[in-house]
């Protein structure tokens, strides 16, 4: 049996969702379709991928296992059509990934200079999606803040930075030039507690029960925006503190939490030349210009009027 990706598209959209109505509408299909198309694929499969009444959907062990294999296959289906639909183009594209608050410039002039009929593109991504588009062929390259998922992909250590805590100038902490940990036990944290595991074993919130759910935030500024307004911290690398400034928001070096690591990823068997060059000309030049953007960051830049 050959696997539909169109089919499994959809059912990855109502295993996201896990309700046939949502589902229908972020994929621009009707209901009725939609769950036609989700028997069929059971049928295919000779499986029921879902459980599902009137009240509830929810997945079998057979679902369960089929979004675990689902994705990586349509991200590899995604890839390769990428990768075909460039090869047939007359110029060479070089995509790079990169995560907020770093600055590629030496790298990229530098493969500029060297390749001067090379098309360098630049793709911002983030949390969610630093390691996707490496995957779906996306990007060629990224520069990613660890930790993420390793599988399917070579890693290259480049540096590592301090991280700050992002308050709002109306906070009690604001104006201080440094904090502990511990001075935040009783804040609420705008961000995954494992993602800050000295601030998850103290927190006030957590120890209670009483943490207050935090939304959905795809980007640097929706968490400044939520840390302007009173509704809690976030702790960032330094480079981003430094790159996101804004009046109403106070960076703070935190001396007791661990510095965020930056490396640079590719996906295993992809290592073209061109990733080579770009990954060895990180490893020199990146660490040079991050040393001298955290002594900004964490010096007189983080407390004067132009810093974070």
Not at 10 to 27: D, I, Q, T
Not at 217 to 227: D, Q
């Amino acid at each position: 049996m050959d696997v539909d990706l169109r089919k499994l598209r959809y059912f990855l959209a109502v295993a996201e969702e896990l309700h046939f109505g949502r589902a229908a509408e972020r994929l621009h299909i009707t209901q009725p379709v939609l769950s036609r198309q989700i028997r069929v694929l059971e049928s295919e499969l000779g499986v029921d991928v879902f459980m599902r009444d009137r009240r509830s959907t929810v997945l079998t062990p057979a679902g369960e296992q089929l979004v675990h294999d689902a994705g990586p296959l349509l991200a590899s289906a995604d890839a390769l059509l990428r990768r075909v639909r460039a090869a047939g183009e007359s110029v060479t594209r070089f995509t790079i990934g990169f995560m907020p608050g770093i600055t590629l410039t030496p790298v990229v002039r530098l493969l500029r200079e060297r390749h001067p009929g090379l098309d360098v593109r630049m793709l911002r991504t983030g949390w969610h999606d630093q390691v996707e588009v490496l995957h779906d062929a996306r990007a060629d390259v990224g520069i990613v803040r660890l930790p993420i998922d390793p599988a399917g992909l070579e890693i290259r250590p480049l540096y590592t930075e301090p991280r700050l805590v992002m308050v709002a100038s109306s906070h009690p902490l604001a104006g201080k030039e440094t904090v502990r940990v511990a001075d935040l036990a009783a804040d609420h944290l705008l961000q995954d507690p494992d993602a800050v595991p000295e601030w998850r074993d103290i927190a006030v919130e957590l120890r209670t029960g009483e943490r207050r759910p935090v939304p959905a935030i795809h980007s640097v500024e929706e968490k400044l925006e939520l840390v302007a307004g009173g509704q809690g911290i976030a702790v960032i690398p330094a480079s981003t503190a430094n790159f996101y400034t804004r009046p109403d928001v106070e960076a703070i070096p935190v001396e007791d939490i661990g510095p965020n690591h930056v490396a640079a990823a590719w996906p295993t068997g992809r290592a073209t030349g061109l990733v080579g060059e770009f990954v060895d000309a990180a490893t020199t030049l990146l660490p040079e210009q991050e040393t001298r953007a955290s002594h900004f960051a964490t010096g007189a830049g983080a407390s004067g009027p132009d810093g974070p």
